[in-house]
């Protein structure tokens, strides 16, 4: 008789810093205590998290792991917290869902009872949490505890932990981290663990990517990392590479239930289910490809007048700049800076004076009529443009037909540009199905685009100046 088989139990990449001693064996013992077994990638992995120094300090302040969905990565968490909050640790434990966060929540008290643990929880969905009973039946009053909460912007600040968990963590935000990064600042001993599957295209955080590429460029200190993953796409059906990335596979997970899951998109499958990180942006509205191809070798020589669209960014914090021209039968465009409001507008003002331009298209609720009275001010002659909404809607149109369709929009391949460009996605504009689009990184500034797309607009629907018809008798 043949031996089952099962996945993987050792990550395909990992980075995992000496140690000698753990806790993780102690963790295992209490969680099999409740009726459930640890599989082996479950306690070795629980053996890197609680790895401790000659100090008793924890040999990785930050453990981060990531895995195919549906393998029951969830459980070393909750070995971490029930081994943390038994030792008078003060945990917070969040999610991007508040499904996920609830059901964690009621995984816990449920192992918690069936370890004949005392406890006392509030179960009220957004505000959960768990706190022991010490020896007397009493709950503690500042430790043995775990909250359980969904991110936002601010959830987090003026608290206090020691260890932070940050579940789905390819939904985990700039802005997120912003908030919750100095919680654990004040422990003696402090402890961050994310976990998740690679980011798809709608997934919104960057920090576990940036976090990923740090750790396997050799620029982090003091962390873990583990993951089962492919470097390239695979064939959906490659039953080898299921087992290779699936650790539960055999073990509670089916080859069938895996089977059932590919459908005619083969990358959706690769990232969720084979932990494949994509090294491009595959939401994007523009391809590299599609862009790349309109680029020319050298900037041309500007033989016609320039058009200038001018954009300050939704959040107030940037302005951008950018022109276009004809150039036989294409548009040119070409970003000349985005700065910071801070810095007023001298630059643009400086640009607009030297430059030969035609029309200049100013954007920006709050800030375009500042500026083009800055323009009538300084003597400039030139009569901006302030658009409508439903110009706007018509300009992004046109700009993604140029690019898609007609391919009559040239550039000299600026990287800024090109980063901004091939990771964007259409955000809805107006109530007529007008669409406009949005930065896909966090890092990035959108206004960047919406000023070349001014630019393009304005030179594309350009009629040339009327001349006043000449009656003679």
Known sequence: MSEKRIG???????????????????????????????????????????????????????FCYSLPRRNGKTEDVIMRIMWGIIHGEKILYTAHMISTAHSVFETICALLDQAEIEYTSVKAKGSENIRLLNEKGKAYKLDHLVNFRTRSNTGGLGEGYDVLVIDEAQEYTIDQESALKYVISASSNPQTIMLGTPPTAISHGTVFQKMRDKVLEGKSKNTGWAEWSIEHMHDPYDRDIWYETNPSLGQGLTERVIENEITSDDVDFNIQRLGHWLSYSQGSEFSEKEWENLKVATVPNFQNKLFVGIKYGVDGKHVAMSIATKVDEKIFVESIDCQSVRNGNTWIISFLKEADIEKVVIDGSGSQQILSDEIKDYGIKLKPVLPKVSDVVVANNMFEQAVTSSKNICHNDQPSLKQIVTNCKRRAIGTNGGFGFKAMMEEHEIALLDSVILAHWACATYKGVKKKQKISC
């Open 8 to 62: 993987r139990q050792t990550p395909t990449t990992s980075l995992v810093l000496p140690y000698i001693e753990t806790k993780g064996k102690e963790a295992v013992e209490i969680y099999n205590k409740t009726g459930r077994t640890a599989r082996e990638w479950q306690e070795l992995l629980i053996y890197d998290i609680l790895a401790i120094d000659k100090e008793g300090m924890w040999v990785h302040s930050l």
